[in-house]
Nanobody, 120 residues
Framework: QVQLVESGGGLVQPGGSLRLSCAAS????????MGWYRQAPGKQRELVAA???????NYADSVKGRFTISRDNAKNTVYLQMNSLKPEDTAVYYC??????????????WGQGTQATVSS
């Protein structure tokens, strides 16, 4: 079994910053891509940013230049630095990881989500 635990959400004013973290643990053989998704009320979940095990990244157009995804492979942890936050960034942010377990099964795992609210 694999668990993803997110932290770092909260309430911030427009223009402020938040840093999200997501640590993976459990029966992990290797982790491939990791990413952050978000879901705002009444909207579908969308990809925010993703990073491969080699460090290649991609971002949603709406966050390019403001958000930075990074990972620490030794700690099985992925981060999302969010700067210049806007009210429209308000959402529940979910961590995702594509994992091969110690039983050699491969699949996608999700965290429980962390709320980020941007409001004055």
């Amino acid at each position: 079994q694999v668990q993803l635990v997110e932290s770092g959400g909260g309430l911030v004013q427009p223009g402020g910053s938040l840093r999200l973290s997501c640590a993976a643990s459990g029966s992990i053989f290797s982790i491939y891509a990791m990413g952050w998704y978000r879901q705002a009320p009444g909207k579908q979940r969308e990809l925010v940013a993703a990073i491969t095990s080699g460090g290649s990244t991609n971002y949603a157009d709406s966050v390019k230049g403001r958000f930075t995804i990074s990972r620490d492979n030794a700690k099985n942890t992925v981060y999302l630095q969010m700067n210049s936050l806007k009210p429209e960034d308000t959402a529940v942010y979910y961590c995702n990881a594509n994992v091969r377990t110690n039983t050699m099964r491969r699949g996608d795992y999700w965290g429980q989500g962390t709320q980020a609210t941007v409001s004055s």
